[in-house]
């Protein structure tokens, strides 16, 4: 009802009837030198949660931290930021309803999402089913290019592609997933495919087969992953998921360890469903949909993942 547009010292919302109130909250620091740019790939990160539990996004609150300069500078920035993540709130049907902003050593930026839902299409984690396929709407390897990009050893149309798919909202697929009858979701951020996986795997008490031939992986990633490139999350990553997660020589086991940015929905559903819905997904809103595995039975007191190479 109030937001960015008045000047009282808080926004008021009002729930729409029936509806469940879903929030999240994530914040990141400036992983590349385009204020506006940053501003668009950071509010579609933010708004993954949102859409991966199915809920519609309403408002938005942004937490900004700029970096120390000349005023003139540091409005452009603001103003730019600002932009960039105002288009991508309003291409999701969300408002920025305020925030706050303070200056430090460099630029930062995060958004607490305000999003509703009807309580019986909220997307879980919990739910998989033992012969479930497992879906994956987006290709991943945005830690290891943008580690290379740090060293000027990515090449720019690659990182121009993953800028592309960054911007590319998950949203579009809710509709589509519901429809064929999906038994779980979430969104692949910070902690990996494995890590994001196994949230799943655990919820719901089974296990995974993961096909590593079948990953979908952005241009230039699997050249950059031979020659040794990786995100500074990526040993956490493998560390937190322990034994769950065994090695395997395969040239994209690095990758299940790799932090997404606005990273893609991972989903299950009934493997009758699976060709038709990734048929759909990828003649629409997600062209490089991939069915990545299936659930198998719980083997062990935590979830596992195996693989196979096709």
Known sequence: ???????????????????????????????????????????????????AMGADAHSALAAVMLPHGDDNKTSDDLYQLLAGATETLAEAGAVLAGGHTGEGMEMAFGLTINGYADRSVILRKTGLTVGDALILTKPIGTGILFAADMRAKASGEDVSRAFESM?????????????????AGTDVTGFGLAGHLLEMLNASNVDAQIQLDALPILPGVATLVTRGYESTLRSSNEDAVGNAVPFSPHPAFPLLFDPQTAGGLLFGLSCDQAEACLAELRSGPAPDAAIIGRVTPRQGAVGLLGYTDA
Request: hydrophobic share 40%; glycine share 8%; net charge negative.
């Open 1 to 51: 009802d109030q937001g960015i547009d008045t000047p009282d010292d808080a926004a008021i919302l009002t729930p729409p009837p029936g509806k469940a109130l879903v929030q999240t909250v994530d914040q990141f620091r400036a992983f590349i030198d385009d204020p506006y740019l940053f501003g668009r790939i950071a509010a579609n990160h933010c708004l993954g949660d949102i859409f």
């Open 167 to 183: 911007q590319r909202s998950i949203a579009p697929c809710i509709p589509v997933v519901r429809q064929y009858g999906a038994s």
